[in-house]
């Protein structure tokens, strides 16, 4: 055992010295591949939202513009194919960042020697410090978090990333109090922070969180010229998006058929019904199958709001699909 951990020491000294080329290339991928989905898509987009204020609208069931009409009185494998259709290409720019994104984050993770710390609540905190400005939604984040979770990151922190990075970004919390009275406001934040701060913790203590469980997909060199490290990085980025498109990018589909089954599925006036209990299991229900674009749970809930749906309803409707996709893709 001794002799063990006398190699493990040598190899990770070793690491750190040798491989700050691989890092540094790493970590230009991941803030060209960030930089160009922020700044010329992600953050214009949102503040578009934002702007509009109270005149916020979705044309589609699952998403702000729509490529197909849907209407009622089309059949149902009409309409659920037109609103997959409609999802898809509402969230190509963030699935395609997703998917460069996640194996970029995994190639840089791989050559960092912590990882997590022995406190499960300060990993949960940097899980949410990591994903709150990665501004992604609870769907095109899961490539990502496969990513992270396959560097060793524990459970806690890949959670809180998921459930941060579409509902604690700075421009859906400025829509969230905008948009809505204070008290319904700070209520929504308690439901995120709930999630973040009690359900990631109690599910990741359901876990052996050993770290002989996780077996890093890509391989780390000791020590490299600038040549070796650009081919390792790439072979390494190319290893690790393999890793993580094979199991996320079928998962994402199948949720975008899944999300359009549901929603086309409920009754048009269900959430502006009486407040039940038999309608917020149904609400429950169908937003476990919604792959929210981003900052969309905050823009239905105030569409349903402000026709008429209850409060607590159209609140609940919002919290569920910031943590619906996240929590089945996981």
């Not at 190639?107 to 990591?130: D, P, Q």
């Not at 978090?145 to 890949?158: D, F, K, N, P, W």
Request: hydrophobic content about 55%.
């Amino acid at each position: 055992m001794s002799t063990q951990a006398s190699t493990m020491n040598i190899g990770l000294a070793n690491e750190n010295v040798g491989t700050w080329r691989s890092k540094s290339l790493a970590i230009f991928l991941m803030v060209v591949t960030g930089g160009i989905f922020w700044v010329d898509s992600r953050y214009p987009a949102l503040m578009k939202r934002y702007s509009a204020g109270q005149k916020i609208s979705a044309k589609g069931a699952l998403t702000f513009g729509t490529v197909y009409a849907v209407d009622r009185t089309m059949p149902l494998t009409t309409r659920v194919y037109r609103t997959t259709v409609n999802w898809l290409d509402a969230n190509r720019i963030g699935m395609t960042f997703s998917f460069l994104f996640g194996p970029a984050a995994l190639t840089f993770l791989a050559m960092v020697r912590t990882r997590r710390t022995k406190s499960r609540y300060l990993n949960v905190l940097l899980g949410a410090v990591a994903g709150t400005p990665m501004a992604v939604c609870t769907n095109c984040v899961a490539p990502i978090a496969r990513g992270l979770y396959a560097s060793g990151m524990s459970t806690e922190s890949v959670l809180s990333a998921m459930f941060a990075s579409p509902a604690l970004n700075v421009v859906v919390l400025a829509m969230t109090f905008a948009l809505f009275p204070m008290p319904v406001a700070i209520l929504k934040i308690a439901t995120v922070a709930f999630l973040i701060f009690v359900f990631a913790p109690m599910m990741a203590a359901k876990e052996n969180q050993a770290a002989e469980r996780y077996v890093c997909p890509v391989e780390i060199p000791v020590s490299e010229t600038w040549g070796q490290a650009i081919l390792g990085v790439l072979k390494s980025y190319v290893k690790g998006f393999w890793y993580v498109s094979r199991v996320a990018f079928p998962l994402m589909i199948l949720a975008a058929v899944l999300g359009a089954l549901a929603v086309e599925l409920l009754p048009q006036n269900a959430l502006a019904a009486q407040v039940t209990v038999g309608g917020i299991v149904l609400v429950a229900l169908v937003s476990a199958f919604l792959p929210a674009p981003m900052a969309f749970d905050v823009a239905i809930a105030y569409i349903l709001y402000s026709h008429g749906a209850h409060c607590r309803m159209s609140l609940r409707f919002s919290a569920l699909l910031e943590s619906s996709a996240s929590s089945l893709h996981l």
